[in-house]
């Protein structure tokens, strides 16, 4: 699993430089856009980005893209697409029976050592 790990990771990174390449970012909202992220993400909190109205302002502005090279769009894009090939595997094929077994684990120490 490190091994897929360091994989995904590089090809996020890679992704998200060619999309940096590629589409504007340069929201006038950003710091708001970035705070509903934040509290959708690593809060957990059940946002529907889409509805709020810091992304129904970005999205107004229809900011252009950063190239017309079509060339370079479809690089960022493929890449993304692999990286969601990738960690759909991880989680629909290689976590599940990992989190079965870790949860087996749990109530074979808990009936050991908490019963």
Known sequence: ??????????????????ASQAINN???NTRELSRVLLTSIYLGAEVDI????EYIRAKSLDLELITDNVFDINR?????????YNLRIRTE????PL???AE???RMLNSEYID
Do not use: C, G, H
């Open 1 to 18: 699993m490190d091994e897929d790990y360091y994989n995904d990771k590089a090809q996020s990174e890679n992704a998200i430089q060619l």
């Open 26 to 28: 340069n929201y006038p």
């Open 50 to 53: 889409f509805a709020t109205p």
């Open 76 to 84: 960022a894009v493929n890449s993304f697409i692999r990286l969601r």
């Open 93 to 96: 094929r290689e976590l599940p």
């Open 99 to 101: 989190i079965e077994d």
């Open 104 to 106: 087996i684990l749990i």
